[in-house]
């Protein structure tokens, strides 16, 4: 013991470092035994995930400021090493400071969480985590069609929030409004063509129509935003080859593929049983005449 504490007392740095050391080894598991302590104590998966987060980042604050006021020793040297730390961290990490920046302006201005689904930098997907460096999704789209999962997980800088728009799907107003279209051909009973889309579409759409319409009275009196029709919509047009039926209806993000799959699936039972009155029409090509060719064979001489 006599021997450590003299060789303690030759090397005073070594005997700072080990202090330190244990000074963030404690405080590294307070902060885990914080964590694990309300991941069995919080039911709700939204609340827990919340206050994980906020603890890792106090910890991460408590760390620095312990690391700072450690090695300068009062806090009138805090403030002067704090000052001149700042200002080497601005010019040489720009970047990571900029997305610390952007994990905290997420939080506080909650432009998306966990759940979410966004499109930023590009990038479509699911938000399945946010950090204080970067948000973490399961990407969508690119060469699946429709809105798929890839299976390819996404970790992007919380910078991009700074640089360009970031389009949220699920916020506020968790509906999204989708559209098709439909050639009828000529001579086919409209009217009754009409109807059946109309009535298909009403049908099988009434539940989003009456969960998006109390959604968008909340979306219009926290926004300045005009009122909308959230109630499927019909719009004729006529072209050279046929009559085009323009569908337009509202559906929950989550659900577009199944909700367009169900809305042809049924349109096309629908008519099919209307015995040829409602033709579905394709592209064709229709011969007026065909020109006539003579041939002059009076200059031709007889062998």
Request: with cysteine.
């Amino acid at each position: 013991m006599e021997r450590i504490q003299q060789w303690f007392q030759d090397y005073p740095l070594l005997q700072s470092i080990i202090k330190y050391v244990a000074i963030v080894v404690f405080v590294l598991l307070c902060i885990q035994f914080i964590r694990r302590f309300l991941k069995r104590n919080i039911e709700n998966v939204s609340v827990r995930y919340k206050s994980q987060k906020g603890i890792e980042v106090l910890g991460y604050f408590v760390l620095a400021f312990v690391t700072i006021l450690y090695f300068t020793g009062s806090i009138k040297d805090f403030t002067i090493t704090l000052g001149l730390l700042s200002a080497g961290l601005a010019f040489t990490l720009q970047e990571l400071i900029l997305s610390i920046a952007g994990s905290v302006y997420i939080f506080i201005v909650k432009v998306y969480g966990p759940g979410d689904r966004i499109e930023i930098n590009g990038i479509r997907g699911d938000v399945i985590d946010v950090d204080s460096i970067y948000t973490t999704m399961m990407e969508i789209g690119q060469w699946v069609e429709s809105d798929n999962y890839t299976g390819r997980i996404v970790k992007l800088s919380n910078a991009f929030v700074f640089k360009g728009p970031v389009y949220n799907y699920s916020k506020d107003f968790p509906f999204i409004w989708d559209e098709f279209n439909l050639p009828i051909r000529y001579g086919s009973d409209i009217e009754l063509a009409k109807s059946i889309i109309i009535e298909i579409a009403t049908n099988i759409l009434s539940e989003y129509t009456q969960a998006s319409r109390e959604q968008w009275t909340e979306v219009v009196s926290k926004y300045y935003i005009e009122d909308a029709m959230v109630e499927p919509t019909l719009a004729i047009t006529l072209t050279d080859n046929w009559v085009k039926f323009n569908l337009r209806y509202i559906v929950d993000y989550k659900k577009r593929r199944f909700t367009k799959h169900l809305l042809h699936d049924a349109i096309r039972k629908q008519i099919e049983a209307t015995n040829g009155k409602v033709v579905l029409a394709s592209t064709t090509i229709e011969l007026i005449k065909i020109p006539e060719i003579k041939i002059d064979n009076s200059n031709t001489t007889k062998q």
